[in-house]
């Protein structure tokens, strides 16, 4: 080879070679934490918790709600929010920092009343996505039992088939309210993914604990303030029909299982 | 560092500093009365060198910087969505360095201007979450123009040293196969050539150091006067 096509025959030979390294890769994202978090954080509390505690805050201010003018002056509002309430109106109030809850005048625990909770707490999925504002539209089906009958979030409207999500409650315990929540559930994404979530059987065991010591209205109602002691959770991920992974959540008084299908 | 590239660069270096000591054709590098033409005789100059860290590439493309390269942290970012986790995943991403060609006008001994284009190849495979295996390639390159003013404060016969400042624009374009699009970036360039050694007649190797946003360190090459 002529010695002047050598030089950059060289430096071309050299080039992979010596190819400097600029980042080190994402690695795979697929994992049995982001399945978990998936499963508990996103899956869970969209069918579970959120609409539980709008039934559970409905549930509390209709003490408030079904008293006439002179007995809502003598009632002790701090120990149910203690964040303090306003006035919407006469049927609705606001709890700072927490929610809306409108009452339309009905009874939150007659069959067919159907109340709206306006959750306006922001819940952060993950560090760079929240919700806003979350619509709950509830029915009462019974004695003590609610089923969630819609939710706008975002300006989406969904609507939930008949006892697709159910808020039972059970009675009260030591500093705390029982309830029980049945609830199943369908998530689509583009590409072909879909997740099918639901509750054991029986469902799911949910305390409201009152004994926090807090002193707003979040506080009072979601994070520690509401736990699931009994039951499990399960959501299965499929894409074009096949299954990917599945992440079954068992709860106990004292500690959460998880079974998933990566280790 | 790893030892095979400070090898391979020694080894680089070495070579093109000796060529610079090859003859060239022998008629132009001879003066009339039959002397050998010095470095600083020369109207013109063909160099192609390669070499150093594209500063702004690495910056814009992966907020990456020398010496602080991103080591991505798995903690840093849980997705949130069945088509965040399921995404074809990045393998470590590369840039070939600065590959240039320049033309370069000398008016006087002591300074010239010059033309330079660069290339930097990007490259970064994207592997299946569910299998493992390679699924596909993100890639890119950067383009850039860059018009230098080249002074040299030592000329002898077979050495020259200069030091030399460049203004331009580079066009880069990284396709990224993951998220299905392709970023287009243009930005300027400002580069400085604190330092840097020519060593040959009409051929020449050099070698230089540089600090700008086209490249960070030392660069090194080969070249023909005429």
């Known amino acids: ?263 | 560092m790893s030892r095979r590239f400070v090898v391979f660069a020694a080894l680089f270096l070495l070579f093109f500093s000796v060529a610079g000591f090859l003859p060239g054709a022998e008629s132009c590098a001879r003066t009339p009365d039959g002397k050998d033409k010095g470095a600083g005789i020369y109207d013109y100059e063909i160099r192609i060198g390669w070499g150093g860290y594209p500063l702004a590439d690495g910056l814009f493309f992966f907020d990456s910087f020398p010496l602080f390269m991103k080591y991505n942290d798995m903690n840093y970012y849980i997705p949130s969505s069945m088509e965040d986790i399921y995404r074809d995943y990045r393998g470590p991403a590369y840039m070939t360095g600065l590959i240039s060609a320049e033309f370069d006008i000398n008016f006087k001994r002591w300074f010239a201007l010059t033309v330079g284009l660069g290339f930097n190849g990007i490259f970064q495979n994207v592997y299946d979450p569910m299998t493992g295996r390679r699924a596909g390639q993100n890639s890119g390159i950067s383009v850039s123009i860059v018009p230098e003013a080249r002074f040299n404060w030592l000329n002898r016969d077979m050495v020259r040293m200069y030091s030399a400042i460049g203004l331009g624009l580079t066009l880069g374009s990284m396709t990224e196969r993951d998220f299905g699009y392709t970023d287009l970036m243009l930005y300027p360039v400002v580069q400085v050539t604190p330092v840097g050694i020519s060593v040959g007649r009409r051929v020449y190797g050099f070698a230089e150091a540089g600090i700008g946003t086209q490249f960070l360190g030392g660069m090194a090459g080969v070249g023909v006067r005429f």
């Open chain 1, 1 to 263: 080879m002529n010695r002047f096509l050598r030089i950059p025959a060289l430096m071309l030979l050299l080039v992979p070679a010596v190819s400097c390294m600029v980042d080190t890769g994402s690695g795979s994202y697929r994992d049995k934490y982001s399945i978990i978090h998936y499963s508990e954080d996103i899956v869970e509390v969209e069918y579970v918790m959120r609409p539980a505690s709008a039934v559970i805050i409905a549930r509390e201010a209709e003490a408030y709600l079904s008293l006439d003018d002179s007995e809502r002056e003598d009632f002790d509002i701090n120990s149910v929010f203690p964040g303090g309430i306003r006035h919407i109106d006469r049927n609705s109030i606001n709890l700072p920092d927490c929610a809306n809850v409108y009452s339309y005048g009905q009874r939150f625990g007659e069959t067919g009343s159907e109340w709206t909770v306006s959750l306006t707490s922001q819940y952060f999925v993950d560090p760079y996505y929240f919700r806003g504002q979350e619509d709950y539209r509830i029915r009462c089906i019974g004695s003590d039992t609610w089923m969630i009958v819609s939710r706008v979030c975002d300006g989406m409207s969904v609507e939930y088939d008949d006892e697709q999500i159910v808020v039972k409650y059970t009675g009260d315990g030591d500093g705390y309210s029982g309830y029980r929540v049945t609830a199943s559930g369908r998530t689509t994404e583009d590409g072909g993914y879909e997740s099918v979530c639901g509750t054991s059987e029986d469902g799911l065991e949910l305390r409201h604990h009152k004994d926090m010591g807090v002193s707003d209205n979040y506080s009072a109602f979601f994070g520690y303030a509401m736990r699931l002691t009994e039951g499990s959770f399960g959501v299965t991920i499929y894409r074009d029909g096949n299954m990917l992974d599945y992440c079954s959540i068992t709860y106990t008084p004292d500690n959460v299982l998880y079974d998933v299908s990566l280790e």
